[in-house]
């Protein structure tokens, strides 16, 4: 289940969400993503009548949120799971736990001619002065490089900080979901 977004995808369906709907989804959206305020979430996907958002249903099985005319916002993995775009985290980059690495570790990560590239390592993440904190696998995160605020990457957790532990930060860490450069950026 890496990188969704790894190869093309077409738009198989669009339709306008209700306005019941855009509401429904804003409060799921502030349910899953504590971090995220109403304020913020505005400037990202209004509720207001005179931004109309779209849900395309894509090929690849995913779904985006778009806000009017301007990039996606949101997508739906697939499997349930709702994800901000990268979009949305460079607005937005405090709404969901981050990994940090280290710049040269970034490139393993982004997809390159042929390949879609790779899932987040544990031996690449740097572990700050507290630690990671305490998360189950399946968390939503994402990732940036050391001194960039900026995200380039977004997945989630395929182990929980218990494994983390027994395993001595060794394996993969995280599936990357949606990263710089893929066919959802792209199409934004």
Known sequence: MSNVFKGEFKITTQSLLG?????????????????????????????KEDVDVNV????????????????????????????????TLWKLPSIMPELVTHGPVSKFLLPKERSAGADMMLPGVIVPDEGLGSFAQGQKRCIRVDGNAAPFAVGKMLVSDGDITKSGMKGKGMAVLHVYRDSLWTYG
């Open 19 to 47: 306005k019941a709907d855009i509401k429904r989804l804003r409060a799921q959206l502030m349910d899953e993503f504590p971090a995220l305020t109403k304020k913020m979430l505005d400037k990202v996907l209004r509720s």
């Open 56 to 87: 395309l249903k894509c090929s690849n099985g995913t779904q985006l949120y778009v806000p009017g005319d301007g990039p996606p916002a949101f997508f739906d993995d697939g499997f349930g799971g709702t994800f901000p775009t990268l979009f």
